[in-house]
């Protein structure tokens, strides 16, 4: 089993940065033939998820419906630091997925990659990587 602390610097409110390649690297680091990786952010206003990678619009129309869902300013947010609409979008993305590796690869569809879900920046942020083997 190993663990791995990764930082990471976004650069807008809401944006999707693809992880895939780093967490395949840490896969290869690992030596791991077979196992579960598990990559888990620690914020509440972040999250981590799988979507397309070949077309950049999906990204685009990501961003632009979730935030045409979840305006950031509504009269009717309670919480006070004027970030409730990045709490709720981090709650739907959830903060950490778990992915099967065979023979030292990621199992995804040919289309997916790994996005790390920015939600309340840009800021400077963490996320963690357990792989464990079989």
Same mark, same amino acid.
């Given at each position: 089993m190993k663990t791995i602390k990764k930082s990471i610097i976004t650069n807008k409110r809401t944006e999707l940065l693809d992880i895939t +390649?780093?967490?395949?690297?840490?896969? +290869?680091?690992s030596k791991f033939n077979n196992g579960i990786v598990v990559i888990f952010t620690p914020h509440t206003t972040a999250g981590i998820t799988i979507n397309e990678n070949? !077309?950049?619009d999906v990204k685009i129309d990501i961003d632009y419906k979730i935030n045409k869902l979840i305006p950031? +300013? !509504?009269p009717n947010y309670l919480h006070s630091e004027g970030n409730s609409d990045s709490h709720l979008k981090s709650s739907i993305f959830s903060p950490s997925i778990s992915l099967i590796f065979e023979d030292n690869?990621?199992?995804l569809g040919v289309w997916q990659a790994i996005y790390f879900c920015e939600f309340d920046g840009p800021r400077h942020r963490k996320y963690y990587i357990k792989i464990i083997s079989d």
């Amino acid at each position: 089993m190993k663990t791995i602390k990764k930082s990471i610097i976004t650069n807008k409110r809401t944006e999707l940065l693809d992880i895939t +390649n780093i967490i395949q690297k840490e896969i +290869n680091d690992s030596k791991f033939n077979n196992g579960i990786v598990v990559i888990f952010t620690p914020h509440t206003t972040a999250g981590i998820t799988i979507n397309e990678n070949a !077309d950049p619009d999906v990204k685009i129309d990501i961003d632009y419906k979730i935030n045409k869902l979840i305006p950031k +300013n !509504d009269p009717n947010y309670l919480h006070s630091e004027g970030n409730s609409d990045s709490h709720l979008k981090s709650s739907i993305f959830s903060p950490s997925i778990s992915l099967i590796f065979e023979d030292n690869k990621l199992i995804l569809g040919v289309w997916q990659a790994i996005y790390f879900c920015e939600f309340d920046g840009p800021r400077h942020r963490k996320y963690y990587i357990k792989i464990i083997s079989d």
